[in-house]
């Protein structure tokens, strides 16, 4: 059982950068994949990156390549994720999320935070 905790959203100007944390509880925290979603009012819940149980690999959703990083401190038990270049279509509630599966490309996930609301400005 994992409880996941956001924080870090608010309100940025286009063109600027914001840092998302997740706070996970248990001590097993380094046996999952976690990942970031995102979703915008009226629209589809979106992946947005995945980071491996040991930080080495990385995956990303197509409309954040290059802009947005997703890492992982397993000793704090915290999951980053760092949004540069906002635009307005960033505008969502974002989600962490831990998942048991195996490979990193898996839309599958056990256990979600409860939100943090990024709002961009243009």
């Known amino acids: 059982q994992v409880q996941l905790v956001e924080s870090g959203g608010g309100l940025v100007q286009a063109g600027g950068s914001l840092r998302l944390s997740c706070a996970a509880s248990g001590r097993t925290f380094s046996a999952y994949i976690m990942g970031w979603f995102r979703q915008a009012p009226g629209k589809e819940r979106e992946f947005v990156a995945a980071i491996s149980r040991k930080g080495g690999g990385t995956y990303y959703g197509d409309s954040v390549k290059g802009r947005f990083s997703i890492s992982r401190d397993n000793a704090e038990k915290m999951v980053y994720l760092q949004m540069n270049s906002l635009k307005y279509e960033d505008t969502a509630v974002y989600f962490c999320?831990?998942?048991?599966?195996?490979?990193?490309?898996?839309?599958?996930?056990?256990?979600w935070g409860q939100g943090t609301q990024v709002t961009v400005s243009s």
């Open positions: 999320a831990a998942t048991s599966a195996v490979v990193l490309t898996t839309i599958h996930y056990d256990y």
